[in-house]
């Protein structure tokens, strides 16, 4: 990533965990979001954070999107009806789950060249 928290290349995560992620052979600290742009460095670090606005680069690339996978850390939190809804109208999918689980889920898709975004909270030790 450069020093603006932008990797101009959607790819692939390779490892996740102390408070980041790895992916195209670099290490990038905090949270990530993952669009068909690129990699883009995200400020949320709890679940209450994700807000349409902390989402604003999804809804702009939402005719890009057919799935949104969420990490939400070690927990699983409901997202707001309103804001699912939004996404929904937007005609993007919303998967809430583990960071762990919306890492693996997003790699699989992005293999199989899905219309796929991740929004995926950093977490410190991997489960």
């Known amino acids: 990533m450069n020093d603006t928290g932008y990797y101009p290349q959607q790819v692939g995560i ?3 965990g102390n408070g980041g992620f790895r992916f195209a052979e670099m290490s990038h600290r905090g949270s990530l979001l ?8 995200w400020p949320v670090t709890v679940p209450g954070e994700v807000t349409a606005d902390t989402l604003a680069a999804v809804f702009a690339a939402a005719d890009q999107i057919d799935v949104l996978l ?3 850390g070690h927990d699983i939190a409901a997202i707001p009806r309103d804001l699912r809804q939004a ?11 583990s960071t762990g689980s919306a890492v693996r ?3 699989v898709l992005l293999a199989e060249q899905r219309a796929v975004a991740a929004a995926l909270i950093a977490v410190d030790k991997v489960r």
């Open 105 to 107: 889920t997003y790699n």
């Open 87 to 97: 996404l929904r109208d937007r005609k993007v999918i919303v998967e809430a789950v």
């Open 70 to 72: 969420i990490g939400l």
């Open 14 to 16: 390779d490892a996740y």
């Open 34 to 41: 993952c669009l068909p742009s690129g990699m883009h460095a």
